[in-house]
């Protein structure tokens, strides 16, 4: 009987970590979502707010969980939406010390294609040309 408590207090607690951790997906996501649907609607200042808050939520997973390279990658793309490449950089660069020790992130080869965009747009052709070529080594 007293075994039967247990393993039922065990399934208990997995169900409610299970149920935590599908809640923080969900949370990343909708925020993803309203961080994109104020993009279109070109406020940029709610949408950067919302992709903080998402990454934020990827954070309390790991420092090096993959969502966070996606909100980096977002966030970069807003800015050079905005014609602000000098701050989109920092944040690619972010994203790719992050890649560092998650190496197997499929779409590295965006954030590389986007970080040679934002040099591009600077005038910086040597390191627009590097990253340029990682992008197309990374597919």
Request: with cysteine; net charge positive.
């Amino acid at each position: 009987m007293r075994h039967t408590a247990v393993i039922a207090s065990f399934c208990l607690v997995l169900s409610l970590h299970a149920q935590a951790a599908q809640a923080r997906d969900r949370s990343w996501e909708s925020l993803r979502k309203e961080a994109t649907r104020l993009v279109i609607h070109r406020d940029f200042a709610g949408a950067m707010k919302a992709e903080q808050q998402a990454m934020a939520v990827a954070q309390k997973s790991s420092r090096y969980d993959p969502r966070i390279i996606r909100s980096l990658q977002a966030m970069g793309g807003m800015y050079q939406l905005q014609g602000k490449y000098t701050e989109a950089i920092p944040l690619y660069h972010q994203a790719i010390a992050i890649h560092q020790h998650r190496p197997a992130y499929p779409v590295i080869a965006g954030v590389y294609k986007d970080l040679g965009a934002a040099y591009k747009a600077t005038g910086n052709e040597p390191e627009a040309q590097k990253y340029t070529l990682l992008a197309m080594a990374a597919r």
